[in-house]
């Protein structure tokens, strides 16, 4: 969490602790949507194959672990 409201504030040009309010809104709103919409909490761990860190592995690491899990060829 720390590392997704760090992100937030640099990138909106915000403080840290309007990012961290923000962020906790959103991630509210995101679940009652997908539970409404839905009928399922998106919280819930069991409902991924795979979790990915962006703020701690990089874009490029995020694409060559996708595309090994996945067995993707010649990308």
């Given at each position: 969490?720390?590392?997704?409201?760090?992100?937030?504030?640099?990138?909106?040009?915000?403080?840290?602790?309007?990012?961290?309010?923000?962020?906790?809104?959103?991630?509210?709103?995101?679940?009652?949507?997908s539970m409404v919409m839905?009928?399922?909490?998106?919280?819930l761990p069991e409902r991924?194959?795979?979790?990915?860190?962006?703020?701690?592995?990089?874009?490029?690491?995020?694409?060559?672990?996708?595309?090994?899990?996945?067995?993707?060829?010649?990308?």
């Amino acid at each position: 969490m720390e590392d997704r409201v760090a992100r937030a504030a640099q990138q909106e040009g915000i403080s840290p602790q309007e990012a961290a309010a923000r962020q906790e809104r959103e991630d509210q709103i995101r679940s009652d949507i997908s539970m409404v919409m839905y009928g399922w909490d998106p919280r819930l761990p069991e409902r991924y194959d795979m979790v990915l860190n962006t703020s701690r592995i990089s874009l490029d690491a995020v694409v060559d672990a996708i595309v090994d899990a996945l067995g993707i060829v010649g990308s």
